[in-house]
């Protein structure tokens, strides 16, 4: 699996939007690029995912360049709630085990 | 989506002694599921691939005879961690695969925090 590349931590206050970045430049043609998140001493929760276009769902919204060596993760309207560890993975389907990395730590404030 | 059980969410065992962790799929069958070690601070690194009704596959590094993985039906693995010791204290997470429908994912447990005393 292509490895990824995400700062440690970020901030963000509470209602503006989350834009986590990650770069996977040697992902391969047919790797999804996935999202998982995990609140302190929980198990990961799947956010998103997508292949080439943007995908956006209840929860965010993934955009990926054209040349898919990188995304960013937009949680919209942050909230106290979401402050986690998000992971950005390419892998060929969740389905497979899966190599988390570090993360980012994204922390939401008041 | 799919839910995913352990049992226990916590445990505290004397060193020396052996822990038995289950991992439960609770509305569907899953053939693989997988076991991921979390140390403080750090991320999930895979610790074995368990496939129902044959042996485990363990990443390089971790002791098959300590960590022993048992999946015996399509909605149970347990793994053991025999003679644990307070270097094995850690966050253990299973996953277990789903596959249906065309869908092909894979969903976590809650985790089981392990302290050895």
């Known amino acids: 699996d292509a490895k990824t590349t995400q700062p440690p931590s970020m901030d963000c206050a509470e209602g503006r939007a989350a834009n986590l970045p990650c770069n996977h430049s040697t992902i391969s043609g047919n790797e999804y690029v996935y999202w998982y998140r995990q609140i302190h001493s929980q198990g990961p929760q799947y956010i998103i995912h997508?292949?080439?276009n943007n995908e956006t769902n209840e929860m965010a919204s993934l955009i990926i360049t054209e040349d898919r060596k990188s995304s960013t993760l937009i949680l919209p309207h942050a909230t106290l709630r979401d402050t986690a560890v998000y992971y950005c993975?390419?892998?060929?389907?969740?389905?497979?085990?899966?190599?988390f990395g570090k993360g980012t730590s994204l922390l939401v404030t008041p | 989506g799919a839910v995913v059980s352990q049992h226990p969410s916590r445990v505290i065992c004397k060193s020396g002694t052996s822990v038995k962790i289950e991992c439960r799929s609770l509305d569907f069958q899953a053939t693989t599921m997988f076991w991921y070690r979390q140390f403080p601070k750090q991320s999930l690194m895979l610790m074995a691939t368990s496939n129902e009704g044959s042996k485990a596959t363990y990443e390089q590094g971790v002791e098959k005879d300590k960590f022993l993985i048992n999946h015996a039906s399509l909605t149970l693995s347990t793994l053991t961690v025999t003679s644990a010791h307070p270097e094995d204290s850690s966050f253990y997470i299973c996953?277990?695969?789903?596959?249906?429908?065309?869908?092909?994912?894979?969903?976590f447990g809650p985790g089981t925090r392990l302290t050895v005393l």
């Open positions: 997508g292949l080439k």
């Open positions: 996953s277990a695969r789903y596959m249906a429908g065309g869908l092909d994912e894979q969903f």
């Open positions: 993975i390419v892998s060929l389907l969740s389905g497979y085990a899966l190599n």
